[in-house]
Nanobody, 116 residues
């Protein structure tokens, strides 16, 4: 079965950086648009960043624009999220998503905590 596995989360001081990774198994990422979402308890999951398939076009939530970068490696079947200048309010579980028309696959999430 398809599996998406995130990694790279952890504890970082406010202002620090993290690079999240998501690797896909039994799925070809080259066919899918890829996104990163985050969720905190009691709140809806929110889109952080998106990268398209063919052109690799990207878009970002206003809250992270200028501080984050999403990238993909179709050879490694992976998507990445570089986050800089992290803020305490960005503490959340971060999820990757692979989407193709009506098909969506999600990872299990990786915890990011920005705290001193």
């Amino acid at each position: 079965q398809v599996q998406l596995v995130e990694s790279g989360g952890g504890l970082v001081q406010p202002g620090g950086s993290l690079r999240l990774s998501c690797e896909g198994f039994r799925v070809s990422f080259s066919l899918y648009s890829l996104s990163w979402y985050r969720q905190t308890p009691g709140k809806d999951r929110e889109l952080v960043a998106y990268i398209g398939t063919i052109s690799g076009s990207t878009s970002y939530a206003d809250a992270v624009k200028g501080r984050s970068a999403i990238s993909r490696d179709n050879v490694k079947n992976a998507v990445y999220l570089q986050m800089n200048s992290l803020k305490p309010e960005e503490t959340a579980v971060y999820y990757c998503e692979a989407a193709l028309v009506k098909i969506n696959y999600w990872g299990q999430g990786t915890q990011v905590t920005a705290s001193s």
